[in-house]
């Protein structure tokens, strides 16, 4: 393993071990199985696209959040490599008050909740069933705040000194219009020095300009 994918699995939680599967009427947390052959089919595609964007991908157990009824393309988010080094450059930021559009499967809440630059992280979740299914299940310390709203009517009385956006389902050109919106929202309440961004961004930006 090289020393640049051991970081990126040391800095995330083994989701796997921490959420059990349950389910609620809209969403599911499901475990799946990475095979051998999956592992060689997304590298396969790699190569196809010229990227690496599965860089990493092992076989194993892992854990996601869907949409029912749980087709292929109502996948929220899961634990695999990908999605950890999609959310790395947030976590190694992330410092003082934080701020997180979106509550997901908590991974990300997990990874940054305990880092001694970490003084305080609010998190903003629409739905209130996925708080529900997941928030009980999640070793959160004091330092948390998680608030069921939707996050483009947020109103903030504080101001924060890092803020990022995860509240996409996948990656696509139509989500560059919500992802300027929100940091036009939310620039005049980054602390100077502060870092914001949103998940994968700059493929976002890419694939709107192609």
């Not at 051991?6 to 969403?27: D, R, T, Y």
């Not at 089919?41 to 696209?49: C, E, V």
């Not at 990908?82 to 976590?91: A, L, P, R, S």
């Not at 509240?167 to 980054?190: A, H």
Request: aromatic residues 12%; hydrophobic residues 40%.
């Amino acid at each position: 393993m090289s020393s640049y994918i051991q970081k990126i699995e040391q800095a995330f939680p083994n989701m796997s071990a921490i959420l059990k599967p349950c389910e609620s009427e809209h969403f599911a947390l499901q475990y799946f199985t990475v095979t051998k052959e999956d592992v060689q089919m997304m590298k396969l595609r790699d190569m196809i696209h010229g990227r690496d964007e599965y860089d990493g991908f092992k076989e194993g157990t892992f854990v996601r959040l869907v949409r029912k009824p749980c087709s292929f393309g109502d996948l929220m988010i899961s634990d695999t490599f990908m999605e950890k080094k999609t959310q790395y450059d947030f976590v190694k930021a992330a410092h003082g008050d934080v701020l997180i559009g979106g509550l997901g499967m908590g991974m990300v809440l997990l990874a940054v909740q305990d880092k001694p630059s970490v003084s305080y992280v609010t998190v903003v979740e629409l739905e209130q069933e996925v708080i529900d299914l997941v928030k009980p299940q999640l070793p959160l310390n004091r330092k948390v705040t998680v608030i069921c709203q939707d996050i483009f009517a947020y109103y903030l009385r504080a101001k924060f000194d890092t803020i990022y956006f995860d509240i996409w389902d996948n990656l696509c050109g139509d989500n560059w219009e919500s992802m300027k919106k929100l940091e036009r929202k939310f620039r005049p309440k980054l602390k100077q020095g502060g870092w914001m961004s949103c998940w994968r961004k700059e493929d976002t930006r890419r694939r709107a300009n192609e």
